[in-house]
């Protein structure tokens, strides 16, 4: 098994809507489109997640939301490349609560490209277990940027928060991280302060069910306090 990532965009992207999206879901349908003409490529894996895994966030069922075009994402590629439908897999999965909670969903992936329940098992929580050893590293290095700069005077960091797909994409964040380390100033992304042991404010508990919603306002916290 060979995972292929687009690395450029197509540019006839308005060619293929007939209504209007978001700008994230027009990089989503021209790199899509790119990907198109790879003749290489089996299957699409899109899946339709319906909750993240928030460290330390709210359990309650639908309170760590995804966009609903970025779950949605399969079913529109679907639409506006119907040529590539059966190629696009789109399990349903949520991870509210760990990454380990999709199990169920990779395993009738697994079923449908011909792998035994033993054999996706293994692969998944071996796919788990990377992921958390991502974040505990992501949160590694911020621990150290963020000690390292407290023991300096007058040293600027500055922090970057949106979504994933708005603030790290330099296809959407108009290279304004870089326009900012170009300057000499240190630029770090949210995601990389700890804040699994830092509350959510009490009157945001009861309405904020996106997961990118929960993670910001914690950090922003963080952020204020330092």
């Known amino acids: ?115 035994s329940h033993k054999e996706t098992r293994a692969a998944f929580y071996k796919g788990v277990r990377v992921q958390y050893d991502f974040e505990k590293n992501c949160m590694e290095i911020g621990r150290t940027l963020l000690q390292k700069v407290h023991s300096q005077q007058n040293k600027v960091v500055i922090v970057i928060f949106g979504r994933p797909y708005n603030a790290y994409s330099s296809k959407a964040n108009k290279g304004i991280p870089r326009k900012f380390t170009s300057r000499g100033y240190t630029v770090i992304p949210y995601e990389m302060i700890d804040y699994e042991n830092e509350p959510i404010d009490k009157e945001h508990a009861d309405f904020m069910t996106w997961e990118a919603g929960q993670r910001i306002l914690r950090v922003a916290r963080i952020v204020k306090r330092d």
């Open 1 to 115: 098994c060979r995972i292929i990532l687009a690395d450029t965009m197509a540019d006839n992207v308005s060619t293929h809507l007939e209504t209007s999206l978001c700008y994230p879901a027009h990089i989503s349908i021209g790199f899509f489109n790119k990907l198109c003409t790879n003749k290489e490529i089996d299957y699409f894996f899109i899946p339709h997640v319906k909750e993240l895994y928030v460290p330390g966030g709210i359990k309650r069922r639908d309170f760590c939301s995804t966009c609903n075009f970025s779950r949605g994402e399969a079913y529109y590629l679907r639409q506006l490349f119907k040529e590539q439908r059966e190629k696009i897999l789109c399990p349903s999965v949520s991870f509210n609560g760990g990454w380990e909670k999709g199990i169920d969903a990779f395993l009738s992936i697994g079923k449908k490209l011909g792998f």
